[in-house]
């Protein structure tokens, strides 16, 4: 079953996911503040809802299918934003996730240490506060909030069946 609110809800998906990766490539190129590793997994839902939403209203894709994937992505970054809430204050050490540079071509263990000891941007360190809260912290409760409404339209949907 789909209706006039679910529809509203996944054009203003698009909408919130447009803003929310502007913002975030606007802080790091415009305000240079680079991200760490898990901010850019942070990214991954928003970049999803726009390509899944825009084939959903595009190619009259299922319904359901697109709504089961992005509730799943974005159960996915509500758990990347809090654990990387938790290595911002200190609840989880620094995992091998925030090391990673992006670079994975290594062609000895050699090289692959000296790239792990090689400076990266720290996962731990908080460059940018909006309302005295870091963007993980934001991006966390709003992937929660996204995650809980796609859970209630799915089992909206599941009883109107």
Same mark, same amino acid.
């Given at each position: 079953?789909?209706?006039?609110?679910?529809?509203?809800?996944?054009?203003?998906?698009?909408?919130?996911?447009?803003?929310?990766?502007?913002?975030?490539?606007?802080?790091?190129?415009?305000?240079?503040?680079?991200?760490?590793?898990?901010?850019?997994?942070?990214?991954?839902?928003?970049?999803?809802?726009?390509?899944?939403?825009?084939?959903?209203?595009?190619?009259?894709?299922?319904?359901?299918?697109?709504?089961?994937?992005? @509730?799943?992505?974005? /159960? &996915?970054?509500?758990? #990347? %934003?809090?654990?990387?809430? +938790? =290595?911002?204050?200190?609840?989880?050490?620094?995992?091998?996730?925030?090391?990673?540079?992006?670079?994975?071509?290594?062609?000895?263990?050699?090289?692959?240490?000296?790239?792990?000891?090689?400076?990266?941007?720290?996962?731990?360190?908080?460059?940018?506060?909006?309302?005295?809260?870091?963007?993980? @912290?934001?991006?966390? /409760? &709003?992937?929660?909030? #996204? %995650?809980?409404?796609?859970? +209630? =339209?799915?089992?909206?949907?599941?009883?109107?069946?």
């Amino acid at each position: 079953m789909f209706n006039f609110k679910t529809t509203t809800f996944l054009k203003s998906m698009i909408f919130i996911s447009f803003f929310a990766l502007s913002s975030a490539y606007f802080v790091e190129f415009i305000l240079d503040h680079k991200p760490c590793s898990l901010c850019k997994l942070q990214r991954i839902p928003y970049i999803a809802s726009l390509i899944l939403i825009s084939s959903f209203f595009i190619f009259k894709f299922k319904y359901k299918v697109i709504l089961v994937i992005l @509730t799943l992505f974005f /159960i &996915f970054g509500t758990v #990347i %934003s809090f654990y990387h809430y +938790g =290595i911002e204050e200190g609840f989880f050490n620094e995992s091998f996730l925030c090391k990673l540079q992006g670079n994975f071509q290594v062609d000895s263990a050699s090289e692959l240490l000296s790239q792990l000891k090689t400076s990266n941007i720290s996962c731990k360190e908080v460059p940018l506060r909006l309302f005295g809260f870091s963007l993980a @912290t934001i991006n966390a /409760i &709003f992937s929660l909030a #996204i %995650s809980v409404i796609l859970v +209630g =339209i799915l089992i909206n949907y599941e009883k109107n069946k």
